[in-house]
């Protein structure tokens, strides 16, 4: 006969928080070197949190985002990071306290950056008739959706699919600026040599959160999370990470 501590081991193991995720490439947030282990800014923030609830993180390997986004909804994936909390998603997902926040800029190459720097809203960059260079998929905040058909009609915008794209693409002088998330676009113009200055002009500054899946996690799961979320942040932890990449 189990003694009552086995028992309750057996549904400590039961009820474990084990969650899956796949990898993808999104520098400085998630990414993987060639021949290296993952790294970046939300792959060290997730691996301090999960710790912190005493869940297991089963990694599987990098996937496109429409496919990962697709196998989450399908239950085949149990989280997905950096996620915007929106009310479509939480029909198949629950949402974590946010554990960090991402800010999307409008940067210049530095050379000619001063041209542009009395540019303080997209309104007033529209008024001047700028190009803008911009992601083809994504939400960029009110401001900008409201922008781009005007943008678009007048021959003033261009899409790019990723930043190393996007920064060729302004260092060619095919526009003006470029917008997109501060962090990435700063990563990704170290990596190419591209020298690029912020504008005054912050047109998203949000939170994110982990995404749970609801089918198959628990409320149980996410409380555990939050938990380590408010615990980290006391302590000073996530803060520590995030500073380290230049994120407040």
């Given amino acids: 006969m189990l003694s009552a501590i086995a028992l309750l081991g057996l549904a400590a193991q039961a009820t474990a928080c084990e969650l899956s995720m796949a990898l993808e490439q999104w520098p400085p947030y998630l990414y993987s070197p060639p021949n290296a282990a993952p790294t970046g800014l939300d792959w060290e923030l997730a691996q301090a949190i999960l710790k912190e609830a005493g869940c297991k993180l089963k990694v599987q390997a990098e996937l496109p985002t429409s ?31 946010a554990y960090r926040h991402e800010t999307v800029g409008v940067f210049a190459r530095s050379s000619v950056q001063r041209h542009y720097q009395h540019l303080s809203s997209l ?21 900008y959706a409201r922008a781009q058909p005007t943008l678009t009609a007048a021959g003033k915008l261009s899409t790019f699919n990723n930043f190393a794209q996007g920064l060729r693409m302004l260092d060619a002088g095919r526009a003006d600026l470029i917008l ?13 040599g591209i020298a690029i200055s912020a504008l005054p002009l912050v047109v998203l500054r949000a939170p994110v959160h982990f995404m749970l899946n609801k089918a198959s996690t628990s409320q149980a799961d996410l409380d555990h999370i939050n938990a380590a979320i408010t615990r980290l942040e006391q302590q000073g932890v996530l803060g520590a ?3 380290r990449y230049g994120e407040p």
């Fill in 180 to 192: 997109g998330d501060t962090l990435a676009l700063r990563h990704e113009a170290r990596t190419q």
């Fill in 123 to 143: 309104d007033a960059l529209v008024q001047d008739n700028v190009a803008l260079l911009a992601p083809k998929v994504g939400w960029y905040g009110k401001a």
């Fill in 67 to 97: 496919r990962r986004q697709r196998l989450f909804e399908q239950g085949q994936l149990d989280l997905i990071l950096s996620a915007s909390n929106t009310p479509e998603r939480r029909r198949y997902a629950r949402f974590s306290i």
């Fill in 241 to 243: 990470i995030r500073s």
